[in-house]
């Protein structure tokens, strides 16, 4: 018995100084999301599979965007890993600034990603990120203030309906907010709710001559009826909230309603994190009446890797340990159903353990209903919902956002915001050639 341990001793110790001459330590930029923070605490779990450790860079959502760009454009190489979405990835494929993950194991199950992210994170059929978890958008409301309002929400309601509701449940002496939505400057904050919005209302970023449209009608009326009913029933300093900021707002029971991330479900209902956590609904973004087009999203935080880093192989085993179906269990196993990242597996929504979360079915159904390929009700030239698959979109959205958060915070009209809106367009558009 002694030689066979002492033998399993040795083998051990052969094992682990193999791992070390053969460990990286990966160097990891992602969004200060929850899902992204509960990854950071489960690491240890990679580490003792690959050997490998993690340095996490966590950022805030615009400052992710701009560091990561940066460095990917210029070839810093600060980065083993980035945490990039849908609007990133294709771009970046084509330009040769990401490691194509074409080879990842027959035991990751490419093919079990949903089609919706697979395709959003692919260029000419080849995957360039890797879901962590998919999104899109959707209601997330009181039950207790909606009943106590008089009203019913329908699972799939109309902005009219949305705004008298916010009305009913707005009590400012109670300091409950009837709704919250991003008015955060940044394409991908404040820029993502108003293009759905605008979306719903039928209006569009371009027409099919990439001519800028801020200067019909259907903008006006997009921004105008978002800026009124927030006005009316949205919480002070509304200009300057984004996720995480409404996030916090819902959690403490100051918002009867918030239309934002379907991954955000899982964090409402958080009874550790969430004071109303047994007092959620849930039902399908909105659209105007008269309008098919709702004003949801689709979405995902995806890990890619720089071309170019010297740790291609080490950042190809963390991608298949955070995007797995085993990292899924290891959540599940840890925090329960609930709190695993959503979105991304086909294989999760047909598990009857993640069937019985209340959110699980109305975010699947969300995220089918989001198309990229025809974001609004006329035809455009470009892919994508709350955003335009093209390298100029994130510089000229992020200037307009900057003007449509001064309308909310009462620095200027629509008209004053639209007009601005339409002459950086039209410039930015007409220097790049369109």
């Known amino acids: 018995m002694k030689l066979t341990v002492n033998a399993l001793l040795g083998a051990t110790a052969l094992c682990t100084a193999f791992s070390a001459a053969n460990a990286e330590t990966l160097t990891i930029a992602t969004v200060n999301n929850g899902d992204m923070i509960r990854m950071q605490g489960l690491t240890d779990d990679f580490t003792a599979k690959t050997g490998h450790t993690v340095e996490w860079v966590t950022l805030e959502e615009n400052v992710l965007r701009q560091r990561v760009t940066t460095d990917i454009s210029t070839k810093g190489g600060q980065f083993d890993l980035m945490t990039i979405g849908m609007y990133e990835t294709p771009i970046w494929g084509a330009n040769g600034w990401l490691v194509p993950l074409n080879d990842l194991s027959a035991e990751y199950n490419v093919d079990d990603l949903l089609p919706a992210m697979r395709n959003g994170l692919s260029h000419d059929g080849t995957l360039y990120a890797a879901p962590f978890y998919g999104e899109s958008s959707m209601i ?35 300091d409950i907010n009837g709704i919250c ?5 940044g394409w991908g904050e404040g820029g993502a709710i108003i293009t759905v919005t605008a979306n719903s209302f039928g209006a569009r970023w371009f027409d099919e001559e990439w001519n800028a449209q801020f200067d019909q009608p259907e903008w006006k009326e997009a921004l105008t009826f978002f800026s009124g009913m927030m006005g009316e029933s949205g919480p002070a300093g509304y200009a300057t909230n984004g996720f995480n900021e409404n996030l916090s707002l819902f959690q403490q029971g100051k918002c009867g309603m918030w239309i934002d991330a379907t991954v955000a479900a899982s964090f409402v209902t958080n009874p550790n994190d969430s004071t109303v956590a047994d007092k959620v609904g849930f039902a399908l973004a909105p659209n105007s009446e008269g309008v098919e087009k709702r004003a949801n999203w689709l979405w995902a935080w995806a890990l890619g890797i720089p071309a170019g880093t010297q740790k291609e192989a080490a950042a190809k085993q963390f991608i298949e340990w955070a995007t797995s179906t085993s990292y899924i269990e290891l959540v599940a196993a840890k925090e329960g159903w609930a709190n695993v990242p959503p979105g991304a597996r086909t294989s999760l929504y047909e598990n009857p353990n993640y069937q019985a979360v209340p959110f699980a079915q109305m975010t699947l159904d969300s995220i089918l209903a989001a198309d990229p390929n025809n974001p609004t009700v006329k035809p455009v030239p470009y892919v994508g919902i709350q955003f335009a698959a093209i390298p100029e979109f994130a510089g000229i ?8 958060s001064a309308v909310y915070a009462g620095q200027q009209t629509v008209d004053e915001a639209l007009a601005k809106a339409q002459a950086l367009t039209t410039d930015a558009m007409e220097a790049a050639g369109y």
Request: hydrophobic share 45%.
């Open 397 to 404: 959205a992020t200037e307009v956002s900057q003007e449509f």
């Open 140 to 174: 997330m409301y009181r039950t207790d203030l909606m009943e106590k309002a008089g009203l019913e929400m329908p699972k799939a309601p109309t902005w009219q309906f949305i705004r008298e509701a916010a009305a009913a449940m707005t009590d400012r002496a109670a």
């Open 181 to 185: 939505l991003r008015g955060k400057a």
